[in-house]
């Protein structure tokens, strides 16, 4: 019998901070909460289709759109998982317009997270797969509760970044600059076991591409050309789930592209700059692949509000140069 070794997520997070002689602790107690949390909304999820859950919750968030029942249990699991622990000077989330103090009563530290509790969420009626990204940042602000301007920073400052995918089994993928590695949610024993370790882009032989084709009308001539030139390849296959994290997470497993551009109706893109494109920006590049909003790195723009919108072209680094090359001209 080969050998094997079961590593735990706290394990293999522990690993890696003995890496660092000088580190104290809090960035790996900061993604162990996170995991904690991923475990809580992992449950309630699956319990989905049996509890009164499912369906909206009667008001929009800051984006204007509906916000879904799982939204705010996913939003407060994840600010109570993260308020106490004296590691952050505050936080920002997809479900509020402002930046997230720590209460008070509880002591402030050095790191900022931003996130995006429960993306996906209008597919929970119909049992699509949904997830939740994070990102994490050093506090540049030197005040000790935390501003606006420490979850303004460009993406390449990222000092961590990963994503839940909530599926057939439940996965966490993270990276800390030192590779992309994966964690199955094992419901039996109740822990993350690393599963995909150091997960690299693939070059695969069909070439996927993940888009809504639907909004071909609405595309510039660039990505239309982009799209029309896929369509003429033998080797080349749509796949399209309409879940941001599921359409990443496949991609960043088997290779090919993954867009959401801009559009007639969307002229600075759909997605959120700060807690969606970035921090599966850095996952995708600390895999092999590239991320790109049309004509540069998206980890280099610097974002200006905190729902700020950016179009993003993800996936293997060939293909996204490919895109660019479609799109170089256009405004």
Not at 260 to 288: C, F, H, T, W
Request: charged content about 20%; overall charge negative.
């Amino acid at each position: 019998m080969n050998e094997t070794h079961l590593v735990t997520i706290d394990r293999h997070i522990i690993d890696e901070e003995r890496r660092f002689p000088d580190a104290r602790g809090a960035f790996s107690n900061i993604l162990t909460d996170m995991a904690l949390a991923a475990k809580v909304i992992s449950r309630e999820v699956n319990m989905a289709g049996l509890l009164d859950i499912v369906g909206q919750a009667g008001h929009r968030n800051v984006q204007g759109e509906q916000v879904q029942k799982l939204d705010v249990f996913a939003q407060n699991v994840i600010y109570r998982a993260m308020d106490h622990n004296g590691h952050l000077a505050c936080m920002a989330s997809e479900e509020v317009e402002d930046i997230i103090p720590i209460p008070e009563k509880f002591p402030t530290g050095d790191y900022v997270l931003v996130f995006d509790p429960l993306d996906g969420s209008s597919n929970i009626d119909v049992n699509v797969s949904i997830g939740t990204i994070f990102g994490l940042y050093r506090k540049v602000s030197g005040q000790a509760r935390g501003t606006l301007e420490d979850c303004l920073q460009s993406g390449v400052r990222q000092i961590a970044a990963g994503y839940v995918v909530y599926g057939s089994s439940t996965m966490m993928v993270y990276t800390a600059g030192a590779g992309v590695h994966g964690f199955t949610l094992d419901p039996s024993i109740g822990e993350f076991i690393l599963s995909h370790p150091d997960i690299r882009v693939p070059e695969a032989e069909i070439t996927l591409y993940s888009t809504n084709e639907a909004y071909y009308h609405r595309w510039t001539p660039g990505v239309r050309a982009f799209v029309d030139g896929l369509r003429t390849r033998e080797d080349c296959s749509a796949r399209y789930v309409g879940s941001l994290v599921t359409d990443v997470h496949r991609t960043l497993l088997r290779g090919g592209i993954f867009f959401y551009p801009r559009d007639s109706r969307s002229p600075d893109g759909k997605l959120r700059l700060v807690y969606e494109a970035n921090p599966l920006a850095m996952i995708m590049e600390q895999a092999g692949g590239r991320a790109s909003h049309g004509a540069g790195r998206v980890l280099e723009l610097t974002p200006t509000s905190l729902h700020q919108r950016t179009p993003l072209f993800i996936g293997s680094a060939r293909l996204v140069e490919e895109v660019e090359a479609c799109l170089a001209g256009e405004s």
